[in-house]
């Protein structure tokens, strides 16, 4: 029999890839915005294709992210954001 606490981690690594390529294709979506203005296509199809790229985009990022994980996450923001967090000063 296999051991229950590999095939548990071997869900968790497909979870983690699954969100990580959602995100990988909110960012797609993202760069697909930028080509909009530029489609031979009248005004407000262009509109409606700019939100519907905008909406979906952020959809999937989020969705990525709750699949993902905590720790995914944490580790993407301190690679895209490597400062540190400011900290409130105390009140005196």
């Known amino acids: 029999m296999s ?5 548990q981690a071997c869900a968790n690594q497909s979870y ?4 990580i390529a959602l995100i990988v294709v909110s960012c797609v979506l993202y760069v697909l915005l930028l080509a909009v203005p ?4 009248r005004s407000d199809a262009q509109v ?5 790229l905008l909406l979906s985009s952020e959809g999937t990022f989020w969705i990525g992210c709750l699949i993902a994980g905590k720790d995914v996450i944490a580790r993407l ?6 400062w540190p967090r400011r900290r409130h000063a105390p009140s005196i």
Request: charged share 10%; proline share 12%.
């Open 3 to 7: 051991d229950p606490t590999a095939v």
């Open 16 to 19: 983690r890839s699954a969100g």
């Open 38 to 41: 530029f489609l031979p296509i």
């Open 48 to 52: 409606l294709l700019a939100t519907g």
């Open 77 to 82: 923001r301190a690679q895209l954001w490597p």
